[in-house]
């Protein structure tokens, strides 16, 4: 049975939707930094998931798995880029943070 829009029910689950959405895709930024060597662990702030690298770093997405966000601090001025442009969102991350193979691999 679909809730009727505007009511309570429909509310609820139109925010467990779009969590959904953030959800997978912090899964798949995750995956695309630990590709390049940034390995991160995963957190929820207030709800939302966010990945932290290190204690340098945190990233996030909004609401609705559409914009990642990342900054020293979650909440504050942030750097952003499209959840389409993945591939290049975790680049932009990776250098500055990733792992050199050496490092990685001695560390297992």
């Known amino acids: 049975m679909i809730p ?7 509310e609820r689950l139109s ?3 779009s969590r959904l959405d953030t959800i997978i895709a912090i899964d798949h930024l995750q995956q695309a930094l630990h590709g390049h060597g940034v390995y991160t662990s995963l ?6 998931p966010c990945l932290h690298v290190r204690n ?8 609705h798995g559409q914009t990642f966000f990342w900054s020293t601090c979650h909440g504050e001025r942030a ?5 389409e442009e993945l591939e290049r969102v975790a680049r932009r991350i990776a250098e500055r943070f990733a792992v050199p193979p050496s490092v990685a691999g001695s560390a297992r």
Request: proline share 14%.
């Open 4 to 10: 009727f829009p505007g009511t309570p029910v429909a």
């Open 56 to 63: 340098d770093l945190t990233i996030w997405a909004d609401p």
């Open 43 to 48: 957190a929820y702030e207030e709800g939302q």
């Open 79 to 83: 750097e952003r880029g499209p959840v």
């Open 15 to 17: 925010a467990k939707i």
